[in-house]
């Protein structure tokens, strides 16, 4: 478990990374969280969930092997629980 000295370091990092790949050059950060959240929850919406499976059984195997497929499902599941979170998941 991550010490709150941690975590917070953690966030300001995030928020940092976000400025940047925002495009943003006024040096504010206002609204940018919201921005992002907005668009993860529909990129989550409109997933393609076998597109996202082909792509994970590839990067564990390739698409001859069975136990690729159900590695790769487990691995989407685990994902999304730790996206998610307890109460969406």
């Known amino acids: 478990m991550l010490t709150s000295v941690q975590l917070d370091n953690r966030r300001a990092e995030m928020m940092h990374a976000l400025y940047e790949r925002s495009g943003r050059t006024c040096g504010t950060y206002t609204g940018l969280w919201d921005a992002f959240t907005k ?51």
Request: charged share 25%; proline share 0%.
């Open 39 to 89: 668009e993860v929850a529909a990129n989550l919406r409109d997933l393609d969930y076998e597109e996202v499976k082909a792509d994970c059984i590839r990067a564990v195997g390739g698409t001859q092997s069975h136990l690729a497929e159900h590695h790769a499902e487990a691995c989407i599941r685990i994902i999304r629980n730790h996206i998610l979170g307890a109460k969406w998941a």
